[in-house]
Structures are given as C-alpha cells and as structure tokens.
C-alpha cells in the first residue's frame, strides 16, 4: 500500500491550487452574489488540460490516472463548488459515461473534442417528477426509421445553457420502469433542444443549473449510447464517476473551512487569548481536520478501484455519502467559529455553507447512500461485473 502522491499528481494539485488561488479566489465572491457563470473558468481549464484530464491520449485527454481527477476537483472546489461541479458533469458524468460505453464513431465525434474541451458536456438525467427514483421519467424517445424522436424536460441539469452535448435518457419503452430507460447524445443545435436556467439557488450561485426542453427532438440513431434498454445501467455506472469527482470536490470545501477557520482562530480574540485556545473551538477544528483525512482516503481508495478496472459502486457511494455530509458539518462549524462575521459575505464561510448542500442532495441524496449502504452491510445489495466497464489505468495506447 502507497499512500504518497506521484509526482505528476502533486504537480497538478500545485498547478490547480495556484489556479484557483490566482485566477478564482479575488473574483468568486462577486460571481456568487450575481449569479454569474464566468465561461472563461473552462476555457482556462481546458487549456491547462483539465477538461479531461483522465480520459486518454488518443482521445484527446490528459492520460493522466483517476485519482489525478479527484485532485483537480478537490482544488477546484477550494475556490468554488460551481467550477468543480462544472468539471463533475462535463468529464465525471459526460465524458468518462463516453469512454465506458461509447463506441469507437462516438468517441471520435463527441468524447475527443470533450476531453480537449472544445466541446461541453452536461447529463440530463432527473425531470420535474423523477429524481431519486429515476425508473419514474416521463420523457419518451420513439424510433422512427434510422432516428429517435425525443419529447419531454429534463431539470436542475447543470451547466443546462453552457453545454454542447447533453446525455439524455429518455424512455424507449415507457411501459416499462428500469428496462425501459435508454441513452442518447444530443446536440444544443439539434431542433427541438431549448434550455432555461433556474434562479434563486442557495448555493452554487457561481454555476449554471436549469431545465433542458425537448420538442421532437431528432437524434440520429447512431447516437444512442448502448442497446436500448441499458439507459438504466449506464445511467448508474455514469453516477459512480460523478459521485467519486462529488466527494473529492468536498474534500476540498472542507479544507476550505478548515483553512478559514484556523486563519481566524489565530485572528479573533475572547477572554483575552485567541478563540482556537478554547477547547470547545478546537473540538470543531479537529473535526474537520479527520474528516478531511477519513474523506481522502475514501476518495482515493475509490479513485484507486478505478485505476484496476474494478467496480467501486459501493465504496464510491460511501465516499461521496460520508464527505458530502462532512463538507456540510465543516461548514456549518466555520461559520459557527466565525460568529456573527461568519453570517455574512465579509468571509467566504457563508458562501461555503450555502454551497454544501447540493451535494448532499445531487448525485443521490443523503437518504439514497444511507440505504444503499445498509443493503449492502445487510447483504440485500451486491453488484456484477458490467457489460463495459472504465478502461484500467495505465490506458492502453
Ligand atoms: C445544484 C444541483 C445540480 C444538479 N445537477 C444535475 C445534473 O446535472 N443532472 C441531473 O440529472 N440532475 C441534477 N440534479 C438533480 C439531482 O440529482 C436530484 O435533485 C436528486 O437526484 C434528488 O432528486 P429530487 O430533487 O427529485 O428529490 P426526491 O427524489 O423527490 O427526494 C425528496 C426527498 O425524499 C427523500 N427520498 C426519496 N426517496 C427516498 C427513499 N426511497 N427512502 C428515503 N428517502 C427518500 C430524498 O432523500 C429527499 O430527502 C442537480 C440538483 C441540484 C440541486
């Protein structure tokens, strides 16, 4: 067992930690109180090679290893939950669901000019009456010669107005509940396709989240993504990507509190010494401060499944479940150190706060993960080998 970084990792955590630090950090709190996504971020990001930064050479990615991932996304979420929720969608859901199930046409087409971030990504999966329960869609895809007719909304999609290709699942069958799901690639251009974003978020004021329209919508067949029917599995293998980039992002958000909160231990003085001497205040610091240790090894022991071709739903579900909820506690007890300062925009804690939340509820909710683990403690849930599974790394040429 080897718990140090490799070089080339600790060089991407230096250079996304400068990133952040130079070109996030002095703008964020503005972005957040106007509601702005600044686009640039991804440019940015795709020029450094991050937008896919564990998808292959070949196709125009980093090459790098999956845990490279949850390093950028634990430093992107230091600056701001809505740069690495961006980064989760576009490589964690998008992307990496192409490299897993995608055939050779749809990799060239869509997953290359992805990974070397021409192109954008975003994944439809939830609708105004399907969320947890995804088998509950309501939007139908209906073949007509060689193309899908797609009808229906998708909601709370990230990155809904920003995105060059959306995964869509849409029902083949709708008489049908899981069985019945299939996956499609659909294009912005696509008429039919029109997008809205949602106001009055309380956190991720800084991404774009909104509602995805489709109206007739006709999807060459080529672009369904697996057999029909098999929407529902990859839908799920997409989310065991998406939860592992979720849980390291809150790894960072917590180190964010902890960071802010020991500045200002040593900044703010009770009863005539600094607040981190009061034990009660320590208490949360060293909360925090195993909780980010306990939450990177989770990550990493999921990220490090993934490198060996193995399935990791249940450990990925357990880290982004228990980092998720400490990213949540981190926040709550940076604002609680900061006191009434905590309560407003002059430190970043509020922001912090505001933002834990979603990812207590997207990418399977609190209550999802926590009965996803007791069946499998309780032996209810196991999990097979797949039809394709996430090339291992080192990827071959
Ligand atoms: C900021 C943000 C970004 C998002 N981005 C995307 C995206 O890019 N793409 C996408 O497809 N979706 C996205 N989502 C949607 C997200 O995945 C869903 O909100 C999530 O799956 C929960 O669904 P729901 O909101 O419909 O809640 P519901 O499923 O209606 O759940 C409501 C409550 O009931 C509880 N509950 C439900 N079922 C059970 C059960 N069986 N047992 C116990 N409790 C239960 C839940 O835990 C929750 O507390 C995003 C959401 C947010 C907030």
């Avoid at 990615?61 to 961006?86: K, P, Q, S, W």
């Avoid at 029917?229 to 917590?254: H, P, Q, W, Y």
């Avoid at 399935?311 to 990213?327: G, I, L, P, Y």
């Avoid at 926040?331 to 979603?358: C, F, M, T, W």
Wanted: proline fraction near 3%; include cysteine; charged fraction near 25%.
């Amino acid at each position: 067992m080897n718990f140090a970084l490799s070089e080339e990792q600790e060089a991407v955590r230096k250079l996304v930690r400068a990133f952040v630090d130079r070109e996030i950090n002095p703008y964020i709190q503005e972005w957040d109180a106007n509601g702005y996504f600044e686009p640039n971020i991804l440019k940015r990001l795709a020029e450094l090679q991050l937008m896919g930064v564990c998808v292959p050479e070949k196709y125009g990615g980093a090459g790098m290893d999956y845990n490279t991932l949850a390093i950028v996304c634990e430093e992107l979420e230091r600056g701001d939950t809505a740069f690495r929720t961006a980064v989760s969608v576009h490589t964690g859901l998008n992307s990496m669901t192409l490299l897993q199930w995608g055939n050779e046409f749809q990799k060239e087409k869509y997953l290359t000019p992805q990974a070397r971030g021409q192109k954008i990504g975003a994944f439809g999966l939830t609708e105004p009456n399907a969320g947890s329960d995804v088998a509950a869609m309501v939007t139908t895809a209906r073949k007509d010669g060689d193309h899908y007719i797609l009808n229906g909304q998708k909601t709370w999609i990230s990155l809904c107005d920003l995105a060059d290709h959306f995964l869509i699942f849409a029902k083949t069958d709708p008489d049908k509940r899981h069985a019945g799901i299939s996956c499609f690639i659909v294009e912005r251009t696509f008429p039919g396709v029109s997008t809205r974003a949602i106001k009055g978020k309380l956190g991720i004021r800084a991404g774009n989240t909104g509602e995805v329209f489709l109206e007739d919508v006709h999807v060459p067949a080529e672009n369904r993504l697996g057999e029909e029917g098999e929407g529902f599995k990859i839908a799920m293998s997409a989310l065991d990507n998406g939860r592992f980039t979720v849980a390291a992002g809150a790894c960072g958000l917590i180190n964010a509190c902890l960071e802010a909160s020991v500045k200002y231990c040593h900044e703010r003085k009770t009863f005539g010494k600094e607040i981190g001497r009061h034990q009660l205040v320590q208490q949360m610091i060293a909360k925090m401060a195993v909780n980010l240790d306990i939450s990177r090894l989770l990550v990493f022991r999921s990220g490090w499944l993934k490198n060996q071709g193995k399935r990791n739903t249940r450990e990925t579900s357990m880290a982004k479940w228990f980092a998720c909820d400490a990213a949540f506690d981190a926040a709550n007890d940076a604002v609680q150190i900061h006191g009434a300062y905590g309560y407003s925009n002059e430190y970043p804690v509020e922001r912090y706060l505001r933002n834990s939340k979603a990812p207590v509820i997207y990418e399977g909710t609190r209550e999802i993960h926590t009965i996803m683990q007791g069946e499998y403690a309780l032996g209810y849930r196991t999990d097979k080998k797949l039809n394709k599974m996430l090339p291992s790394w080192p990827f071959e040429d």
